[in-house]
């Protein structure tokens, strides 16, 4: 029988009547249930390397099946093409996207800060309004969380293998496994047994992957192990053009992927005691430890698995001697391999959660959100990580299913920002979001009707006092340019990201394009006024 909704969803699909039906479903008599809320979220995911998006890396992507459950993902509802951060770094990040507001006056603007759990944020209003509340994963912004009735949170960044867990009594408790999938299996059980089926949820699965130091799962290590990930044409970017900071930074893949731990040329971890790895890496000029307190926490048989793979690995890569530009080569291969390994997990671990959504009915009912703290460098201008205002870690994921209001399918050019995903969320749950809160709700988006005064610029701040010597900048982002500042230094950036997405030519001073920056300065004032942070 032809169900109303699938009569609905046939004719939208024709390009029948879609412009008097709205696709909502709102011809339905009943009342709709509150609707569930499952946030997926992950950290450091690109769009490069999600299949969903149209990028640089899409055909491989698919081509390899990296990312088949996010894509079924974006088929069943919406994907934003252009979501963006206001601060390109992880606790900024959450910070922003659990308050609605922007870093300096959610007061968390750097990494190391702590968050102030007090105020105002997403999940305590849902807990309020009678939802069960519950995180599984990252948190990474040193506070204990508020508004959960239920958390099991990594300390810190978390690990990789047999991971530390701090439930929401303090307890610190040890599981055994990889990360990615024990986050999906206490996201399952909780779904299973620990909530109350009569009440609406709001279920946060934060993952750890795919961050640094991209520690692959066992079974994905020899992912890709015969193929090259396609380099970006700007991997030897030299900056030529653009301001001082691009040259002053530390997150390059020639200087900064150290041997021993991002691309892990370590001894063999079975038959090494942890001093000699960490020897080894001393002699890379690691500075990042984290790779070695994994190996320090693997069972003998993870150990095993791990040196099958790279032992065989590193030899043939010391064989090559490597230098200059074959070897910045080498560790982009390796880098990448890695990273994509982690997401590979990242995507199954997801896709058994959206399976048993569907196997017990919450399907239908449960909005369910993929996103991710920020975007990545993968070699676009010789980098790793994010915190820059270039597109790569500026846009970040954002996909969202809401069965019977999302058009499955739909792509979404309308910008919106991280601060806007509390007040639209609670709104779609029919909770009102105070008026201080600096997001503004695209639910009216997703049921298919831009306001005609919806943004179409972003502000962007970066405050550089955290690692890779990163300056600090403020900026505005709009559909075709983007203005950048850096106050340290007053130096300026302009782009014309339609004609030149890689961002390889600064406009800055030349006087065809006065008008336009002159806009643009007069919008970063506007902005940075409007939310009170400039
Ligand atoms: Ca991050």
């Not at 959100?369 to 870690?393: A, C």
């Amino acid at each position: 029988m032809l169900t109303r909704r699938r009569f609905l969803r046939q004719m939208a699909l024709a390009g029948v009547g879609s412009q008097l039906l709205p696709y909502a479903g709102a011809l339905n008599a009943a009342p709709r249930k509150q609707p569930n809320i499952l946030f997926l979220f992950s950290d450091d995911h690109s769009l490069q390397t999600l299949g969903a998006y149209r990028t640089r890396l899409q055909d491989f992507v698919r081509k390899h099946r990296i990312t088949p459950n996010l894509e079924q993902l974006a088929a069943e509802g919406a994907t934003f093409n252009n979501s963006f951060v206001c601060n390109s770094i992880c606790g900024p990040s959450r910070a922003a996207i659990l308050t609605g507001k922007h870093s300096k006056i959610n007061g968390f603007w750097t990494n190391g800060q702590r968050f102030d759990g007090s105020q105002w944020t997403m999940p305590q209003a849902f807990q309020k309004a009678g939802y069960q509340t519950a995180l599984f994963g990252k948190w990474h912004l040193a506070s204990t969380p508020t508004g959960f009735d239920v958390s099991e949170i990594l300390p810190g960044q978390g690990m990789y293998y047999n991971p530390d867990f701090i439930t929401k009594d303090g307890e610190r408790i040890r599981e055994q496994g990889y990360c990615t999938e024990i986050i999906a299996d206490k996201t399952l059980d909780w779904l299973e047994n620990g909530r109350d089926k009569d009440k609406p949820f709001f279920l946060c699965s934060w993952h750890k992957a795919p961050h640094r130091t991209w520690m692959p799962e066992p079974k994905y290590m020899d992912l890709l192990d015969d193929v090259d990930v396609p380099e970006p044409d700007n991997l030897f970017d030299d900056y030529a053009g653009r301001s001082s900071a691009l040259k002053l930074q530390k997150m390059s893949i020639r200087d900064e992927i150290n041997l021993a731990g991002d691309a892990k040329v370590t001894p063999p971890v079975v038959t090494s005691t942890p001093e000699e790895i960490l020897a080894s890496a001393e002699k890379s000029a690691s500075r990042d430890g984290a790779t070695f307190a994994e190996f320090k926490r693997m069972t003998d048989a993870q150990k095993e698995a791990w040196d099958a793979h790279y032992v065989p690995r590193n030899r043939k890569f010391r064989a090559k001697k490597l230098t200059g530009d074959a070897l910045t080569r080498w560790k982009y291969q390796a880098y990448m391999k890695d990273y994509i390994r982690c997401i590979k997990s990242l995507d199954e671990q997801i896709g058994r959660v959206l399976t048993y959504l569907k196997d017990n009915g919450l399907a239908e009912n449960t909005i369910v959100v993929y996103s991710s703290d920020q975007g990545f460098y993968n070699g676009e201008h010789g980098w790793y990580d994010k915190r820059w205002i270039y597109e790569e870690s500026l846009r970040n994921p954002f996909i969202i299913k809401w069965p019977g209001v999302v058009k499955p399918g739909r792509r979404i050019n309308a910008m919106i920002q991280n601060i806007d995903y509390a007040p639209t969320l609670l709104e779609c749950a029919g909770i009102d979001a105070p008026s201080d809160v600096q997001g503004d709700s695209f639910k009216p988006i997703l049921e298919g009707k831009t306001p005609e005064d919806w943004r179409k610029t972003i502000l962007y701040t970066y405050y550089g006092r955290g690692a890779h010597a990163v300056k600090t900048h403020y900026g505005v982002r709009g559909r075709r340019f983007k203005l950048v500042h850096f106050p340290e230094t007053d130096e300026w950036e302009f782009y014309d990201i339609k004609k030149d997405p890689t961002e390889m030519k600064n406009l800055y001073g030349q006087a065809k394009y006065e008008k336009p920056v002159a806009r643009m300065k007069r919008e970063l004032k506007r902005l940075g006024e409007k939310y009170r942070v400039l």
